[in-house]
């Protein structure tokens, strides 16, 4: 299906949900914030639905009245979009909102994707779904204001490691630098998104630190996070987000691993590589998804035979 047929859809509906993954990192949280203003200026009826809060670095974006945080909340919509969502196991327990309607649209960018809406838009080449969002909004004639810009900025700014990272095209600099004219104050978001932090966050970092590990010859670096580390910090399970990267930017180091504790006898694991590992063949044999440079999944028991599971793999295929 095609960015046109999709349009066709959205203008046939009225009342519309939109709903990031859980979790939400800047693509999903920018990306929703920006279609749900777009659809507003379109008369539609919209409502952003997450199950957490907005975290810190993100909520100087212009936030939606329409941003609600009940997945419980009784609504009845014509349409439900899924943006930067690879299953539907990503939506956790919003699955109900999903499954309200029979008008269920998923857009991503995720190679993993298992499509399972009724209307499906998926774009691998695509660095973040800001990029989509910002073609889909353009076709839709909507005029992009400095707010939306701003939250399209942010959507590709942080699926791309503020432009670091290869999946970064020339596509993508022109879509930047089209946005930076609609009036993206740029310094603004490199402060508040990349460089602030809090005292919490370093502390938890430490102890993390503490954790490193190196295999193969230093090519993979593993870092533990437990509840207790997160406890003792003062922390905030968004404080997590990113220490993944400490491994990465080690030189010599091919593919870093963060296991985070989630519950007794759950763990969350983020795997990134740096150039030629695709660690979302990784994350796709434990159920999860993500990129080839970037990605996630969730894995039962405990530290130490998650570790072993995803060295195993990741050994594989060095």
Not at 13 to 19: D, V
Not at 129 to 150: H, P, Q, R
Not at 232 to 259: H, L, Q, W
Not at 289 to 304: L, Q, R, V
Request: contains cysteine; negative net charge; aromatic residues 8%.
């Amino acid at each position: 299906m095609n960015l046109v047929e999709i349009i066709s859809v959205i203008k046939d509906c009225n009342s519309i949900a939109i709903l990031p993954h859980v979790q939400a990192d800047g693509d999903a949280w920018g990306s929703c914030l920006a279609l749900g203003t777009a659809l507003k200026k379109l008369n539609k009826s919209v409502k952003i639905i997450s199950e957490e809060i907005i975290p810190r670095i993100y909520n100087f974006l212009p936030l939606e009245d329409s941003l609600i945080y009940d997945e419980n909340a009784h609504y009845h919509f014509d349409l439900v979009i899924a943006l930067d969502t690879g299953d539907t196991g990503r939506l956790g327990n919003r699955i109900k909102v999903f499954g309200s309607t029979e008008n269920t649209v998923n857009i991503d960018h995720h190679g993993t994707n298992t499509g399972f809406a009724r209307y499906n838009y998926l774009d691998a080449e695509a660095a973040a779904t800001g990029e989509i969002v910002y073609e889909l909004i353009n076709i839709l004639n909507v005029e992009i204001d400095t707010n939306m810009a701003t939250c399209l900025y942010v959507a590709i700014a942080t699926d791309t490691g503020c432009f670091k990272f290869n999946n970064t095209t020339s596509k993508t600099h022109e879509i930047v630098s089209a946005l930076v004219k609609k009036g993206v104050n740029v310094a603004e978001v490199a402060q508040r998104v990349f460089d602030s932090t809090t005292k919490e966050r370093v502390m938890l970092m430490g102890y993390a630190i503490n954790t490193l590990e190196l295999f193969e010859e230093g090519r993979l670096a593993f870092i533990s996070i437990t509840n207790e580390m997160i406890k003792a910090a003062s922390a905030k399970e968004e404080d997590c987000d990113g220490i993944v990267n400490i491994g990465r930017n080690i030189e010599g180091v091919e593919s870093s691993v963060v296991i985070r504790e989630k519950s007794q006898g759950e763990y969350k694991v983020n795997l990134r590589s740096k150039s030629y590992l695709d660690v979302g063949q990784v994350a796709f044999k434990f159920g999860g998804g993500g990129h080839k440079m970037a990605a996630g999944c969730t894995i039962k028991g405990d530290m130490d035979s998650v570790k072993k599971s995803v060295y195993e793999e990741l050994k594989r295929l060095l």
